[in-house]
């Protein structure tokens, strides 16, 4: 099949499709990351984006099942250099491809991956259109661009509502603690972690009211991870808002900045977002720096968090941007990178063990 990316500046990047047919409109955003394409794909934090995959070659492991992130794609697009059609391991059960075709999501191969990340470097991340049709389908180059430059920002849809939870749900085995997980996107790998350490869990939407929340009657609350600006969730952020205090309150990526913004601070968007397996982050209590697994396109204004109580735990390395919080003196604590991976190095599996601390 025919192929074409077009962003909204009017690039036309023409390659081979493979995956579904047809249309797919997001954000276009890179993953820099050699391994893990499955896992990033099945991630609810990528929902509403097109993503792309800095290293060259993928697929050449295939897809199983057990490592999803969630019970489907989420992403819109899929976009790469090089397609490995036959993959070797013993672990695989079916090829990118036919990954892709199972949910209906579009992918483009054969495109200077390199340049595109060039681009968004310099000007930031950009709405996009990927097309995948037979030539005598294929819409024309003025038509994609124009739709492209139509189609909402990515701030104006709500999309933690499209991957979370319609209903309450229990996860667990009668372990030693309970805790309460509002849903924005949260991935299975958190859940894991949580599990084998015995906690069981609520899994609840993201608009569920605290009063329903306490009515639980949990240990903790958790705030998960999730696609989109944080500040469209404003439901979470009440909610948290009228935790606080009432009972301990832990948060992963787009919970740091939900929690952020219940305390009074602001966020804002990233030029192109961290996404990958290598962004050094310090941790200022240790001051050991280790590597982590991230996922996101906003961050937590650091200045604005001087009246809130909150306090400055780990910075990015990279762009010094807020990596950890906590309060002066509630049990409050979020971190904006991924301490579960999945996929990556398994540097901040610490986060768990100090949330059981706070637990006890």
Wanted: charged residues 20%.
């Amino acid at each position: 099949m025919k192929a074409a990316l077009v962003l909204e500046d009017g690039t036309v990047v023409e390659g081979c499709g493979f995956g579904a047919e047809g249309l797919a409109q997001g954000e276009l955003v890179f993953n820099t990351s050699m391994t893990g394409y499955v896992e990033a794909l099945t991630d609810p934090s990528y929902a509403g984006q097109i993503l792309m995959m800095t290293y060259p070659l993928i697929g050449n492991y295939g897809v199983c099942n057990e490592d999803y992130e969630s019970d489907r794609i989420q992403t819109k697009g899929f976009v790469i250099k090089h397609l490995c059609r036959h993959p070797s391991n013993w672990r695989s059960q079916k090829n990118l491809d036919h990954f892709l075709k199972e949910f209906n999501i579009p992918g483009i191969e054969g495109v200077d991956t390199r340049m595109l990340t060039l681009k968004a470097r310099v000007h930031g991340t950009m709405k996009a259109t990927l097309a995948v049709f037979k030539s005598k389908d294929m819409p024309s180059k003025e038509e994609l661009i124009e739709n492209t430059k139509k189609q909402p920002h990515i701030s104006e849809i709500n999309l933690v509502d499209k991957v979370c939870v319609k209903k309450p749900k229990f996860v667990g085995t009668q372990g030693k603690h309970h805790v309460v997980i509002i849903d924005c996107g949260v991935k299975n790998s958190i859940i894991r972690q949580l599990t084998v350490r015995g906690v069981d869990l609520h899994v609840v939407p993201y608009d569920f009211p605290a009063d329903k929340v306490m009515d639980y009657d949990p240990d903790a609350v958790f705030i998960s991870n999730g696609p989109g600006d944080p500040a469209r969730v404003t439901q979470t952020i009440q909610t948290i808002r009228s935790l606080v205090g009432e009972v301990p309150v832990a948060g992963i990526c787009l919970g740091l900045q939900l929690t952020s913004l219940a305390m009074g601070a602001k966020t804002f968007k990233l030029k192109f977002g961290h996404r990958g397996t290598n962004q050094p982050v310090k941790d200022f209590d240790t001051g050991r720096v280790f590597i982590s697994t991230q996922n996101h396109g906003f961050a937590v204004d650091d200045n604005s968090l001087k009246e809130t109580g909150l306090e400055i735990t780990q910075r990015n390395l990279n762009d010094g941007t807020v990596e950890g919080i906590q309060h002066k003196d509630l049990p409050l604590f979020a971190v904006q990178y991924h301490p579960e991976a999945g996929p990556g190095p398994h540097d901040t599996y610490f986060f768990f063990d100090r949330f059981m601390q706070m637990l006890e």
